[in-house]
């Protein structure tokens, strides 16, 4: 499975388990395993607003676009996110954001 991402300033939080040709998002289930070799999934056929455009099989690998919730203090690497490639089965890693700043030593840099 390849993995687009789209990022998108949101503060709500995307944990994704892949198994096989199934994404478990969140708790729910999106199982892509009908879609066949050369076959195209329109996006509005999906009722999740994670993805953007459409689902394909293309040499055997589903390919498909997540929104890429970003916090505050997200990073580089969520800002310009690369694509996930043949993700393993398991927990599906995304670009971690930048560390919080305490707030006492945020008060120091601003003194």
Same mark, same amino acid.
């Given at each position: 499975? #390849? %993995?687009?991402? =789209? ?9 994704? %388990?892949? !198994? ?9 289930? &999106?199982?892509?395993?009908? $879609?066949?070799? +050369?076959?195209?999934? *329109? /996006?509005? /056929?999906?009722? =999740?607003?994670? &993805?953007? +455009?459409? $689902? #394909?099989?293309?040499?055997?690998? %589903?390919?498909? !676009?997540?929104?890429?919730? @970003? ?14 490639? @043949?993700?393993?089965?398991?927990? $599906? /890693?995304?670009?971690? *954001?930048?560390?919080?700043? *305490? =707030?006492?030593? /945020? =008060?120091? $840099?601003?003194?």
């Amino acid at each position: 499975m #390849n %993995i687009m991402l =789209s990022p998108n300033r949101r503060d709500d939080t995307l944990e994704v %388990i892949k !198994t096989g040709d199934v994404l478990t998002i969140n708790g729910e289930d &999106f199982d892509f395993s009908p $879609v066949g070799e +050369g076959d195209t999934l *329109p /996006a509005d /056929a999906i009722s =999740s607003g994670w &993805f953007t +455009g459409e $689902v #394909n099989r293309i040499d055997g690998a %589903i390919e498909l !676009t997540l929104i890429l919730p @970003n916090p505050w203090n997200y990073s580089p690497e969520q800002a310009f996110p690369v694509p996930l490639l @043949n993700v393993p089965d398991g927990p $599906v /890693a995304f670009p971690l *954001p930048l560390p919080e700043v *305490p =707030s006492e030593t /945020a =008060s120091e $840099v601003q003194a």
